[in-house]
């Protein structure tokens, strides 16, 4: 009965609650007006709706539709995305992000009539490269803007700067969007208030880095990732002492990081990764200034960082705090620090590409918060088997685990079998794992990514029955493991995004099923010599973003069905057997790299190529045989940053747009076809390799070259062009080869107009033209990258490459191509010209001569002495010319020298012995009559003596190439000088780089850190 009572009780209290309440709501709206939407907003609304279409693919992963619940007839203010001002129903705040909308915003969008907007949010859509309207400026009430990820283009307008009371601008990730110095100083000025400034990947090459110290002192955030900017690091960064994330990654700025960056300790983020041009540095005293004061530091990225007296053990005084450390390239050297189990908070590690040696230390385990580790490429770093076990066995909540070229000689398969469940990512490229394959692998639940390449001794089959259903990436190339694709592999891999099988022993029979797998988006099937036509089943792939099939044997057309993967970026077909011509269907994918080089492929381009909008990367050279014109159309490639057509057919004039119209235009190659006319008169600015080599091309050599101050290789060489020696070519900071052989340059070459020509100069022919008088003997002098000698086996360019840019050279009596430029390699070749006097002593002083050609020339006098301290000189030709006196005996005491022409001159005295002078026959010295000694049989015979064959092998080439660089015959004949060509590319992204590059550098990175690897063990040698 109390119970009921109470119950009562308490339910007439809630009746007269309820009636004070609706009181007192009454009477609220008596006296207030109603917090509806305005009509005029709403109409603005709708209109600001109308015009844009909904696209799945306008917003990334979203895939909600705001907009939808904006009804004609219902309260804007309820709207999904839209915030009202109570009092007035105008709309103040607009959050369409990641919205799906697609279409153009123009500047008289009804967008532009909301002017109480305090925020809005355009984020995350497609506008399809519309300008940001200058109407924007009159959001005079805006505290926050955010136009990024919305493919917005063309210069951020001035009247941004009217927005005076934003608090946070962010306009990153618009690719194609640019801020010129004017407006980012009217910005900087206006916007007082700015607490957040985030630009990253906008482009503002033209912005003066100490620009940015005109910005807000009270920033908290300023992100300006990989813009473009370039110089110097502003020296008072301490001015933002209220700065907590800092990120000013992927820029070009050099020189040392500002020791003020100490004096922000507030940082929570710092980030100066990927300016890797001329290298950022840190000094030790810095470093650790920098790690005692940033006591608030989670994250920390610092990598291409020069760092190399920074002493690893120097990382354990950063904050224990620290939960992301990346220091990917930045040189560190020594052993790794065995305390690193004071970062108990630390999830992300990254120490790629670094120079770190001994055991990996067992205190790795005790990390047990790590998501991530990666340590790999670095020099013969290692890993004990039980530090392995315990490593893998505490790691508990591990996600990525990649120790990539890691010895991990005594490690067995079977440790896998205690990897966490958690895992989704494994790399062990190149650790010298050995035992049975671990069949586990494929029942790890969370496993998408997996990669084995290059473990040569593991042995087994490819476990595809048991594969997990979760497994989305397969890297298993250069392995020995017999890998069948059988039906169970089709079927229990269904939602399998990413498989990559390079060099891997695929049946070909199998691939009838790959179509199957409908959801890849990327496929690689490189290097296994499949043959026969490319499936047809692919067909079935229509969310496929990458196709490589390269490096195979496939042969017949290319499929039309191709053009129905209209998702593809990237298509690569190199190095097959493909016929025919391209199908000018091909206008329907939206490619970004197409790679057709080295089939067997003809007829003109189809125009179809030339509507790519998005195309980046263009390469049909080599044995292909296209013909025709090129036609000007191809200058609408205005993204274009590597054009390859060289080794072809095409004749007709050089379309003379081809020299500026793209502004990131890296490489242009057009070598060794039938081109004619004249060298374009203006070039993009940001050409790194130039090759017109074996064409007709007449004139001279324009002088507005000397405007691409990025360019490295020059190849102009075996055209007509008529000219004087072009001195302004001394003027190119970063040119490392320059060749001008086999064309009509004429009169003398007289010394360098300038302090300090050709710095980086390191192949230099010009070899059979019409020069004349002494050498040039100043300019011999001036070569200071031939003064030492780099052993290193490393490209001369750069770190990275996607082309193999080979060279072909007259070496030991053979015209021979090689692979890759090495950063050894020292040239001289000035042979088959009027050149007179004598040979310059301080040719001697160019220590990193390996090749000296100066046959066919009219020098006189001796052979200097000082030649013989050319110690490094592996092939020498004098032949040809009007020297007298001896044989220097010093030549004899050169260790690597395995050619030697001095024929047909007029020397005498004793041919010196001993060493490599004994393996030289007799038409190194036929022709000089004086000579006598070994091999010629005496010192007075008018007749010349039988010709003997060279030693091809004599000498180490070792040296010259470095190892894994093969070479191949292709002509034989020597006596006309020195031949080269680079025939088929260099490519080097010195600013953005696109995922698609990136993921081909590490491929090219991986194959040859694989033989530098593999060689080293041949030779006996061991990891510390």
């Known amino acids: 009965m109390g119970f009921y009572l109470l119950s009562l009780s308490q339910f007439l209290s809630a009746i007269l609650f309820l009636c004070h309440f609706q009181t007192t709501i009454s009477s609220s709206n008596d006296s207030s007006p109603s917090h509806s939407c305005a009509h005029d907003q709403s109409l603005s609304l709708l209109q600001f709706k109308a015009s844009f279409s909904i696209n799945s693919s306008a917003s990334g992963y979203c895939q909600h539709r705001k907009t939808e619940s904006w009804k004609e007839g219902t309260d804007c203010c309820l709207w999904d995305g839209v915030t009202c001002e109570m009092k007035t129903g105008v709309v103040t705040e607009l959050n369409l992000a990641c919205s799906l909308l697609y279409g153009t915003l123009h500047s008289n969008s009804t967008l532009f009539s909301l002017r109480h907007l305090r925020m809005l949010d355009l984020s995350d859509n497609d506008f399809i490269s519309s300008h940001i309207s200058p109407q924007f400026g009159q959001f005079s009430n805006l505290t926050h803007l955010r136009l990024n990820f919305s493919a917005f283009a063309g210069q951020v307008p001035s009247e941004i700067s009217l927005l005076s009371k934003l608090v946070s601008l962010d306009l990153a990730a618009n690719y194609y969007l640019s801020l010129e110095p004017i407006s980012f100083e009217k910005l900087a000025q206006n916007l007082t208030q700015l607490r957040e400034l985030r630009l990253s990947f906008v482009d503002m090459s033209l912005v003066a880095p100490d620009s940015l110290m005109n910005l807000s002192s009270s920033l908290s955030s300023l992100k300006l990732h990989s813009c473009g900017l370039q110089g110097k690091l502003p020296s008072s960064m301490r001015k933002f002492k209220h700065l907590q994330y800092l990120n000013l990654g992927e820029n070009n700025f050099s020189g040392p990081i500002p020791y003020d960056l100490e004096q922000l300790t507030e940082l929570v983020s710092l980030a100066l990764s990927g300016n890797e041009n001329d290298y950022l540095s840190l000094e030790p005293t810095s470093f650790d200034k920098l790690v005692q004061n940033l006591t608030q530091l989670t994250e920390l990225q610092l990598s291409s960082v ?190 399998l995004e990413v498989l990559v099988l390079k060099y891997c022993n695929i049946l070909r029979s199998n691939l009838t099923l790959i179509g199957h797998l409908t959801h890849l988006t990327r496929l690689d099937l490189i290097g296994n010599n499949l043959g026969g036509q490319i499936p047809s089943s692919l067909r079935n792939l229509t969310q496929l973003n990458s196709l490589s099939l390269d490096d195979n044997s496939f042969s017949g057309p290319i499929p039309d069905f191709l053009s129905t993967l209209t998702q593809l970026e990237i298509l690569g077909l190199s190095d097959n057997h493909l016929l025919g011509t391209i199908p000018s269907q091909i206008s329907t994918l939206s490619l970004k790299l197409f790679h057709l080089r080295n089939n067997h492929l003809h007829g003109p381009i189809p125009s179809s190529i030339f509507k790519q909008e998005n195309l980046e990367s263009l390469s049909l050279a080599s044995n292909n045989k296209f013909t025709g014109e090129i036609s000007s159309s191809i200058c609408n490639l205005k993204l274009l940053r590597f054009l390859d057509l060289s080794n072809n057919s095409f004749s007709g004039f050089v379309p003379q747009c081809l020299g500026n119209f793209s502004n990131s235009l890296s490489l242009l190659n057009l070598g060794m076809n039938n081109l004619q006319g004249t060298i374009f008169s203006t070039f993009s600015k940001g050409l790194e390799y130039l090759n017109l080599n074996g064409n007709e091309l007449e004139g001279k050599i324009p002088s507005s070259i000397i405007n691409c101050a990025r360019l490295e290789i020059l190849d102009l060489g075996n055209n007509k062009i008529e000219d004087t020696f072009p001195y302004f070519l001394e003027m190119l900071p970063e040119l490392h080869v320059l060749v001008l052989k086999s064309n009509k340059l004429q009169g003398f070459v007289n010394g360098p107009t300038t302090n300090d020509p050709f710095p980086k100069l390191r192949i230099f022919d010009i070899s059979n033209n019409n020069l004349s008088g002494p050498l040039p003997t100043e300019y011999l002098y001036s070569l200071e990258a031939l003064m030492t000698y780099d052993k290193k086996t490393a490209s001369m360019m750069a770190n990275y490459s996607v082309y193999d840019y080979s060279i072909v050279v007259t070496w030991k009596g053979s015209e021979i191509e090689f692979e890759k430029i090495q950063s050894g390699l020292g040239i001289l070749d000035f042979s088959n010209n009027n050149f007179t006097g004598e040979i310059p002593k301080l040719l001697g002083k160019l220590n990193g001569l390996l090749q000296l050609n100066l046959s066919h020339n009219s020098l006189r006098g001796q052979i200097p002495l000082s030649l013989g301290m050319l110690f490094n000189l592996e092939s020498l030709d004098l032949s040809s010319n009007l020297l007298t006196g001896t044989i220097p005996q010093l030549l004899a005491s050169i260790t690597f020298l395995a050619v030697l022409n001095l024929s047909h001159n007029q020397l ?113 040698v061991r990891r510390n």
């Open 908 to 1020: 005498e005295g004793a041919i010196p012995s001993g060493k490599q002078f004994n393996t030289f026959n007799a038409s190194s010295f036929e022709g000089n009559l004086g000579l006598c000694g070994f091999p010629m049989p005496n010192c007075n015979s008018s007749e010349a003596p039988a010709l003997q064959p060279s030693n091809f092998h004599d000498g180490d080439d070792s040296t010259f190439f470095g190892d894994g660089f093969g070479w191949k015959a292709v002509a034989i004949g020597y006596g006309s000088g020195f031949v080269f060509g680079v025939t088929v590319g260099y490519v080097v992204f010195r600013t953005r780089k696109p995922a698609w590059f990136l993921r081909l550098v590490e491929d090219k990175w991986n194959l040859k850190a694989r033989r530098t690897k593999k060689n080293a063990r041949r030779n006996g």
């Open 306 to 495: 020069d760092m190399s007296l920074v002493v690893p053990d120097s990382l354990m005084n950063l904050s224990s705090s620290l939960s992301s450390l990346k220091l990917y390239s930045c040189r560190l050297q020594g052993k790794l620090p065995s305390s690193m189990r004071k970062f108990k908070h630390l999830q992300y590690l990254d120490l790629r590409y670094n120079n770190l040696t001994g055991s990996i230390p067992y205190e790795f385990g005790q990390l047990n918060e790590l998501v991530s580790i990666d340590l790999s490429f670095n020099d013969y770093l290692s890993v004990e088997p039980n530090s392995f076990d315990k490593i893998i066995q505490n790691l508990t909540k591990l996600r990525g685990l990649r120790l990539g070229s890691v010895n991990m000689d005594l490690v067995t398969a079977n440790s896998l079998a205690n990897l966490s469940s958690s895992l989704s990512a494994l790399g062990l490229w190149g650790c010298g794992l050995q035992g049975k394959f671990p069949g586990n692998i494929f029942l790890l639940p969370n496993l998408q990514e997996l990669d084995l390449s290059y473990n040569d001794r593991l042995t087994g089959s490819f476990p595809s029955s048991n594969a997990s259903n979760d497994l989305w990436l397969l890297a298993l190339p250069y392995t020995k493991i017999s890998v069948y694709l059988d039906n169970d592999f089709f079927t229990n891999l269904k939602l």
